[in-house]
């Protein structure tokens, strides 16, 4: 009884997610929006399905994105997408028609086209799936796909993307210095909500107005080898960590140091720009530095 109970589940599961919609109306993404001008305040973007309608002779859904930047009005643009057959298309203007960005028909091995983007040496941008699973979001066993790209140092499409949701960073190829994402929450009518745990769906941190260089600092900067990492004794208790991100968030390396004048090593980090986070118990601070 039990077995038949379960196969019933998955069939039940199973059809949920061959029905589901791509962005039906009233369907929302939040992404987290970071700000490289002022790293201590992260703001979240939008993108809101908002209503059917008729582009270049194909039904689609006009999607509302919003971005959040820090203390400026919220900027604006519209997508057209939809989608058909395990695939999603999006409306390119360059192109004046619909283009491919995903193919969850697609299983380990295979690759497909992200149409309309390019690599830096103008090779059309391809996905390839390193690793093909599925997700229970709610009632839903959705598809979940894993791709890295042949991006070189232009556009990224790379981590998890799910069938009817979309990539888990962001919903489009995104730049090497991109601020938008990761994924925080989606919603629509017929999946509910699914948290990703990153962050609460429209949490705005609040700036942090303290002069940092009296609580902590970093030098030489831009740092070529090694770098000092120096806290204020009187804002810091021991232990706290220091961990370095890309400006994608990802983080890079990580160490917990229990004095007040510390060495980091950078000569595992490429030539860029990095964040370098602070953590304790009574502080948390960010500050951006160079690697040469």
């Known amino acids: 009884m039990k077995v038949f109970f379960s196969l019933l589940l998955l069939i039940f599961f199973a059809s949920i997610a061959q029905s589901q919609d791509f962005a039906p109306v009233g369907a929302k993404w939040w992404y987290s929006q970071g700000d490289f001008n002022n790293p201590y305040y992260e703001s979240f973007s ?10 270049a002779n194909q039904t689609c859904r006009k999607l509302l994105a919003t971005y959040n930047i820090y203390f400026f009005p919220p900027v604006h643009k519209n997508y057209f997408m939809y989608g058909e057959n395990r695939k999603i298309f999006y409306f390119s203007e360059d192109s004046l028609g619909f283009l491919q960005l995903y193919d969850f028909n697609k299983e380990v091995g295979d690759s497909f086209l992200i149409e309309g983007y390019y690599t830096p040496d ?6 390839y799936i390193d690793s093909v699973d599925s997700v229970q979001i709610n009632l839903a066993l959705l598809k979940r796909i894993y791709t890295h790209t042949n991006d070189g140092l ?13 990539n888990l960073f962001w919903m489009f190829p995104w730049g090497d210095f991109a601020t938008t994402g990761p994924l925080r929450c ?22 942090n107005e303290i002069i940092e260089g009296e609580l902590f600092s970093v030098f030489p900067n831009p740092a070529h080898d090694f770098f000092y990492v120096n806290v204020s004794q009187r804002n810091f ?47 948390n601070l960010v500050k951006k530095f160079e690697k040469q």
């Open 186 to 207: 989606y919603q629509d009518s017929i999946l509910g909500l699914y948290e990703t745990g990153i962050l609460a769906c429209d949490y705005v941190a609040p700036v």
């Open 122 to 127: 103008q090779k059309p941008l391809k996905a």
């Open 46 to 55: 939008t993108i809101e399905s908002v209503k059917d309608t008729l582009v």
């Open 237 to 283: 208790q021991k232990p706290f960590s220091v961990s370095i991100r890309n400006p994608f968030g990802k983080l890079l390396l990580s160490k917990t140091f229990s004095s007040w004048e510390n060495v980091m090593d950078a000569r595992k980090l490429a030539p860029g720009i990095y964040f370098l986070e602070l953590k304790s118990e009574e502080e």
């Open 154 to 166: 232009g556009n990224e499409f790379s981590q998890w993307s799910i069938e009817g949701i979309g």
